[in-house]
Structures are given as structure tokens and as C-alpha cells.
């Protein structure tokens, strides 16, 4: 199993670059936000207990992600490669990580912190619109549909989604300075972290990562 993880705040472009390096490597993109936000959708337990939280921009439970990832990683088997994005989010999760990876005889072999300044940040989130239909992600002004509020390949309609407005994008903000920014030691002290300027265009990230993965 090999593992590399996405650390960066809200934002960053966790997903954006994940999902340019699922084209280009064999490692499988995991990202706990996109899972919950399937079970929210579905409606199941696990949906439930997670839904107050997420819309709060709160951190849903260490016991619930690490069940979702866990049973993930069980279903794949020893020889799969991950990308987690937008997990591990607390000392807890990466401590449980590292004792779920043991028992593969794995361990997480690079740490990519994609760095991107706060007012960056909440300019990317606030302008951020997603397609209802087929997940596609635009941007009011880096990246606008062809026709307003349309998705340019299906047409489905663009909204916000429910955590993206200032007032909860503030708080994600500071939840990740808080509980996940310690992150960034934790894996530096076990020399897996690689910084990165995350504030470009995305395809320069992506290089970024891509030299570091081929060194
Ligand atoms: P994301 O799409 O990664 O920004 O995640 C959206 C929301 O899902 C977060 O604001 C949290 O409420 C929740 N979430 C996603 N991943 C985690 C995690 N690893 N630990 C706790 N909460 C998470």
C-alpha cells in the first residue's frame, strides 16, 4: 500500500490537483469530504451524524471518518495506492492512520502541504459553484461557465455549496488552523512533508507534486 496525502486548508486546491494526478498516477483519490458528502445525500447513519457538523464547517467525529476510511482501505486490499484528501484532519486521525496502515505494512510515504495565503483562500471558496448534476466545479471568476449558472457539459445548475458561504467559510478557516495546521509538524518531524506554493494556476502544483513523487 502506498499512501501520499493532500494537506492544505479549505481552498488549497486539494481536490483541483487530486483530480488532475488521478489522471497521470495509479493512486486512487480519497476524499473523506466527498464521501460524507455522499452519505449526507444518501441518507444514511453515517450521513446523519455528519450532516450538523458539515454545514457548520465543524469537524465530523474521529471515530466516524476513520470507520469510513477504514472500511475503504479494507476494501481495497493490500496493494492499493491512496491520495487522501482533507484527511487525516487531527492528530487523532493521523496517529489512527499510522496504526491502520501497520497492520497493511504500510506507512504514509509523502506529505504534500499545498500553502495558499487566507485571502486566497476565502476568494477561491466564496466563488466556488459546483454542478448539481455532475459534481463539475467551476468558479464565478477564475473559471466561469459558458452560460451563467449552467454547467458547460451537462447543463445541470450551478449552486453554492452549503458551506461556502463567508460566514461558515471563516470558520473552516479557522477549524483548520486550529486542528489541523499542528499536521504539518507532526509529519515534518517523520521527514515526509514537501511544501508547496499552492497560490498558482493548478497545473503548476500538479508539476510540483509530480517531480517530487518521481524523485
Ligand atoms: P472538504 O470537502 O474536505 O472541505 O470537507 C467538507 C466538510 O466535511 C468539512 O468541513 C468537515 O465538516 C467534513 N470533513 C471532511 N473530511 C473530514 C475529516 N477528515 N475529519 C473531519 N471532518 C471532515
Redesign the pocket.
Known amino acids: 500500500m502506498k499512501v501520499m496525502i493532500l494537506l492544505g486548508a ?1 481552498g488549497a486546491g486539494k481536490g483541483s490537483v487530486a483530480e488532475q494526478l488521478k489522471q497521470s498516477t495509479q493512486y486512487a483519490h480519497v ?4 464521501m ?1 458528502r455522499t452519505a449526507v445525500k444518501a441518507g444514511t447513519e453515517v450521513g446523519r451524524q ?1 450532516k450538523s ?2 454545514e457548520a ?4 467525529p474521529d471515530d466516524v ?1 476513520i470507520g469510513i476510511v477504514r472500511e475503504r482501505m479494507d476494501a481495497d486490499g493490500q496493494q492499493a495506492c491512496y491520495m487522501f484528501d ?5 492528530q487523532e ?1 493521523a496517529r489512527l492512520l499510522d496504526t491502520a496502515l501497520a497492520q497493511f505494512g504500510s506507512e504514509v510515504n509523502k506529505v504534500f502541504q499545498l500553502d495558499v495565503p487566507r485571502e486566497i483562500l476565502i476568494q477561491r471558496l466564496t466563488g466556488r459553484r459546483i454542478c448539481t448534476q455532475c459534481g463539475a466545479v467551476y468558479h464565478v471568476i477564475n473559471m466561469p461557465p459558458r452560460v451563467e449558472g449552467a454547467c458547460d457539459t451537462c447543463g445541470g445548475a450551478l449552486i453554492q455549496r452549503p ?1 461556502d458561504g463567508i460566514d461558515v467559510v471563516e470558520n ?1 478557516l479557522d477549524v483548520y488552523q486550529k486542528q489541523t495546521a499542528s499536521l504539518i509538524d507532526y509529519y515534518q518531524a517523520k521527514g515526509v512533508l514537501v511544501s508547496i506554493d499552492a497560490a498558482k494556476h493548478v497545473d503548476e502544483t500538479k508539476r510540483s507534486i509530480m517531480e517530487s513523487l518521481a524523485e
Do not use: H, K, N
Not at 31 to 34: A, I, K, R, Y
Not at 57 to 60: A, D, P, R
Not at 86 to 90: A, E, K, Q, Y
Open positions: 479549505p476524499s473523506t469530504g466527498d460524507l455528519a457538523y458539515m464547517g465543524e469537524l465530523v471518518i482533507g484527511f487525516p484532519r487531527t486521525q458551506d473552516r
